[in-house]
T-cell receptor, first 111, second 115 residues
Framework: QKEVEQNSGPLSVPEGAIASLNCTYSDRGSQSFFWYRQYSGKSPELIMSIYSNGDKEDGRFTAQLNKASQYVSLLIRDSQPSDSATYLCAARGSGTYKYIFGTGTRLKVLA | DAGITQSPRYKITETGRQVTLMCHQTWSHSYMFWYRQDLGHGLRLIYYSAAADITDKGEVPDGYVVSRSKTENFPLTLESATRSQTSVYFC??????????????FGPGTRLTVT
């Protein structure tokens, strides 16, 4: 069974700090990785995708991918209370359009 | 630009009834997906479709039927609802790599309760 693993949290960080969210995946052939934010009672909202090893930055968000270690992370700089949500990591399986989602990490940003 | 919509947003039905959840997207995305989300399990893929008349099973397809006669619609039918199918159902779509990207975009969800 191909899996994506995340720590369920909650991860609590003070306002203005950097939040670091982590994810590991089991399918070594996966090529596409995604981070979604999901507020309680709402649908997942795409934050960013990453396909190559290294960092990808978009505003306050930086995604990091290390295929050798099968590890994906999301850094949120200058965390705001409005960032409090569950963050879902997903990977698209190799040779398929089946996406595997982690169970999510709950982030709490304390004002 | 409506994007991706789902209906109904909330549904209560009885065990054994047939229920159809609708999904409609206006982006002409090739790929469409149905997920269910339950506490402790996260998002699990039920079925997906690569194009009209092309569908394939996901992780948890039992008890569900899908069809895709038009690119923009992807209905999900529970043939005989069971209490274990109480969940939040999300539809998603993606242009696919042929369309330039494989990011998925989600609809607002349908909260289904089977009594």
């Amino acid at each position: 069974q191909k899996e994506v693993e995340q720590n369920s949290g909650p991860l609590s960080v003070p306002e203005g700090a950097i939040a670091s969210l982590n994810c590991t995946y089991s399918d070594r052939g996966s090529q596409s990785f995604f981070w979604y934010r999901q507020y309680s009672g709402k649908s997942p909202e795409l934050i960013m995708s990453i396909y190559s090893n290294g960092d990808k930055e978009d505003g306050r968000f930086t995604a990091q991918l290390n295929k050798a270690s099968q590890y994906v992370s999301l850094l949120i700089r200058d965390s705001q209370p409005s960032d409090s949500a569950t963050y879902l990591c997903a990977a698209r399986g190799s040779g398929t359009y089946k996406y595997i989602f982690g169970t999510g990490t709950r982030l709490k940003v304390l004002a | 630009d409506a994007g991706i919509t789902q209906s109904p947003r909330y549904k209560i039905t009885e065990t054994g009834r047939q229920v159809t959840l609708m999904c409609h997207q206006t982006w002409s995305h090739s790929y469409m997906f149905w997920y269910r989300q339950d506490l402790g399990h996260g998002l699990r893929l039920i079925y997906y479709s690569a194009a009209a008349d092309i569908t394939d099973k996901g992780e948890v397809p039992d008890g569900y039927v899908v069809s895709r006669s038009k690119t923009e619609n992807f209905p999900l039918t529970l043939e005989s609802a069971t209490r274990s199918q109480t969940s939040v159902y999300f539809c998603a779509s993606s242009p696919g790599l042929a369309g330039g990207e494989d990011e998925q975009y989600f609809g607002p969800g349908t909260r289904l309760t089977v009594t």
